[in-house]
């Protein structure tokens, strides 16, 4: 595992693989983790980056970033790497945090996978918490020690924080900014992240195509990993060629 620094800041990550670049940006309370049952797969057509974002994971004894803030953190350690068009692939939070950092590398950034995404997402902090049993129980039970443990790592105080960024941010003029091939997945169980804010992400952002694997809650890479995995990897391989007409995928 490295490193990136920036002031105060330390940003993990790992490497695994050869080939044009993958990021992997986990969600709310999450952390490299929660890619495991991927990384395998595209590490062997791709080097793929997991980054652990300020304040989770590796990168815990930090404060949350604002978006913009973690983006630009995010963009310079790209550019750092001299990664070449790199693909995103961010989950809920990620895929959040994904969409600003394509708003500041505009053409630079190769394809958008956008998991699930919060960026709609609005209302009260308490709600989205009253929905998180049912979101545990909808998805792999297996799952949830890692949950746990990373929820531990991270802490109330920044949990907190970070689910205020995201209840009170609003980046919808974003979404006609992007002009990076993008791709959109959703699990058809998803009760933190509906649906028919996938549907709204798909009006919003031009070419878009938007997938829903049957059967699997918010965190779809994982409880649906081989359906995710078959889907995503044509895309990462080729962005452009791949048709924009969005269909269910079924488990």
């Given at each position: 595992?490295?490193?990136?620094?920036?002031?105060?800041?330390?940003?993990?990550?790992?490497?695994?693989?050869?080939?044009?670049?993958?990021?992997?940006?986990?969600?709310?309370?999450?952390?490299?983790?929660?890619?495991?049952?991927?990384?395998?797969?595209?590490?062997?057509?791709?080097?793929?980056?997991?980054?652990?974002?300020?304040?989770?994971?590796?990168?815990?004894?930090?404060s949350i970033l604002p978006f913009a803030e973690s983006a630009a953190l995010?963009?310079?350690?790209?550019?750092?790497?001299?990664?070449?068009?790199?693909?995103?692939?961010?989950?809920?939070?990620?895929?959040?945090?994904?969409?600003?950092?394509?708003?500041v590398l505009k053409e630079q950034i190769g394809a958008l996978v956008l998991?699930?995404?919060?960026?709609?997402?609005?209302?009260?902090?308490?709600?989205?918490?009253?929905?998180?049993?049912?979101?545990?129980?909808n998805g792999a039970l297996d799952f949830l020690p890692t949950l746990v443990?990373?929820?531990?790592?991270?802490?109330?105080?920044?949990?907190?924080?970070?689910?205020?960024?995201?209840?009170?941010?609003?980046?919808?003029?974003?979404?006609?900014?992007?002009?990076?091939?993008?791709?959109?997945?959703?699990?058809?169980?998803?009760?933190?992240?509906?649906?028919?804010?996938?549907?709204?992400?798909?009006?919003?952002?031009?070419?878009?195509?938007?997938?829903?694997?049957?059967?699997?809650?918010?965190?779809?890479?994982?409880?649906?990993?081989?359906?995710?995995?078959?889907?995503?990897?044509?895309?990462?391989?080729?962005?452009?060629?791949?048709?924009?007409?969005?269909?269910?995928?079924?488990?």
């Open positions: 595992m490295g490193f990136y620094r920036q002031g105060k800041r330390r940003l993990f990550y790992t490497e695994q693989g050869s080939g044009p670049p993958v990021i992997l940006i986990h969600g709310l309370s999450g952390s490299r983790l929660w890619w495991r049952r991927n990384v395998p797969v595209l590490a062997r057509e791709f080097r793929v980056y997991t980054v652990d974002l300020v304040g989770f994971g590796r990168s815990w004894r930090q995010l963009a310079s350690w790209m550019q750092e790497l001299e990664l070449k068009e790199p693909r995103l692939v961010g989950h809920s939070m990620g895929a959040h945090t994904a969409l600003y950092v394509a708003a998991v699930a995404a919060s960026t709609l997402v609005h209302g009260e902090w308490w709600r989205m918490a009253t929905r998180l049993p049912l979101a545990g129980v443990f990373d929820a531990l790592r991270a802490g109330p105080l920044n949990l907190y924080r970070a689910t205020q960024a995201i209840l009170h941010d609003d980046p919808t003029q974003l979404l006609a900014e992007v002009t990076a091939p993008t791709l959109l997945v959703w699990g058809e169980r998803d009760v933190l992240v509906p649906g028919t804010l996938g549907e709204q992400m798909r009006a919003g952002i031009i070419g878009s195509r938007l997938e829903v694997i049957g059967g699997a809650g918010h965190n779809v890479m994982y409880d649906r990993a081989a359906e995710f995995n078959r889907l995503v990897l044509p895309f990462l391989r080729d962005p452009k060629g791949t048709e924009s007409r969005g269909h269910r995928a079924e488990s």
